[in-house]
C-alpha cells in the first residue's frame, strides 16, 4: 500500500534550470495538491487538480506548471529555478467522498543555487 | 490577515505534561478542521479531524472546535518523547462546491517533550 509517491526525495538545481517534481498515488483519488512548505511559513497551495485533465492555480502559482493526464499522475513543472524557489514540496491526494484529509507524499527538497 | 493563524511556539515540555497547542481562522466557510503530525523531514500525517463546533477524543489526544470564537485547539494528554514533533492545524470548506477540499493551513508549532 504505496499511497502517494514523491521523486525525487533531493535536488540541487542551478539558477535557470529546469526539472520535474514526479507525484503518483495508487488510491484512485480524484483529488491532488502541490504544496510547498518554508521554514516557520506552513503549507502553501501550488496548484491543485480534482480530476485527469483538470488542474487550477492555488495561492502560490508563479513559476510552476502542472498536468493530469492520469488519476494516479500529477507532475509538478519548474520552469528557470530562481533561489525563491528552494524549499520543500509536498505532493498529497485526497478522496471526493471524504471532506476531510490528505494523504502527503514523504516531500521532496529542493535547493537553487 | 492569514485565514488560519497558528501559535508559533516553539513549544518544549516535560515528559507527562499536558499540552495544548492552539489556532484561529477568518473564514466563516470553514467546517473541517484538522491537525496534521509532522516529524522531521517526513511528510505530515492527519492526526485529528472535526466537523464544525464541539470535541473529539482519540487517545491522548483532544480536538476542540469553537465557531464562534473562530478557534480551534489540540491538547496532548500526558506528552511523550514520540510526541516530539511539528503539529499544523488546517481547515476547509469540504470536497464540495468550488472548495474541492482544499485545506488552508497554519504556520506549525514546533513541540518538544523531553524525558
Known amino acids: 500500500n504505496a499511497g502517494v509517491t514523491q521523486t525525487p526525495k533531493f535536488r540541487i538545481l542551478k539558477i535557470g534550470q529546469s526539472m520535474t517534481l514526479q507525484c503518483t498515488q495508487d488510491?484512485?483519488?480524484?483529488?491532488m495538491y502541490w504544496y510547498r512548505q518554508d521554514p516557520g511559513m506552513g503549507l502553501k497551495l501550488i496548484y491543485y487538480s480534482v480530476g485527469a485533465g483538470i488542474t487550477d492555480k492555488g495561492e502560490v502559482p508563479n513559476g510552476y506548471n502542472v498536468s493530469r493526464s492520469t488519476t494516479e499522475d500529477f507532475p509538478l513543472r519548474l520552469e528557470l529555478a530562481a533561489p525563491s524557489q528552494t524549499s520543500v514540496y509536498f505532493c498529497a491526494s485526497s478522496s471526493t467522498r471524504q471532506s476531510y484529509g490528505y494523504t502527503f507524499g514523504s516531500g521532496t527538497r529542493l535547493t537553487v543555487v | 490577515q492569514k485565514e488560519v493563524e497558528q501559535d508559533p511556539g516553539p513549544l518544549s515540555v516535560p515528559e507527562g505534561a499536558i499540552v495544548s497547542l492552539n489556532c484561529t481562522y477568518s473564514?466563516?466557510?470553514?467546517?473541517?478542521f484538522m491537525w496534521y503530525r509532522q516529524y522531521s523531514r517526513k511528510g505530515p500525517e492527519l492526526l485529528m479531524y472535526t466537523y464544525s463546533s464541539g470535541n473529539k477524543e482519540d487517545g491522548r489526544f483532544t480536538a476542540q472546535v469553537d465557531k464562534s470564537s473562530k478557534y480551534i485547539s489540540l491538547f496532548i494528554r500526558d506528552s511523550q518523547p514520540s510526541d516530539s514533533a511539528t503539529y499544523l492545524c488546517a481547515s476547509g470548506s469540504g470536497a464540495g462546491g468550488t472548495s474541492y477540499g482544499k485545506l488552508t493551513f497554519g504556520q506549525g508549532t514546533i513541540l518538544t517533550v523531553h524525558p
Open positions: 488510491m484512485n483519488h480524484n483529488y
Open positions: 473564514n466563516s466557510a470553514f467546517q473541517y
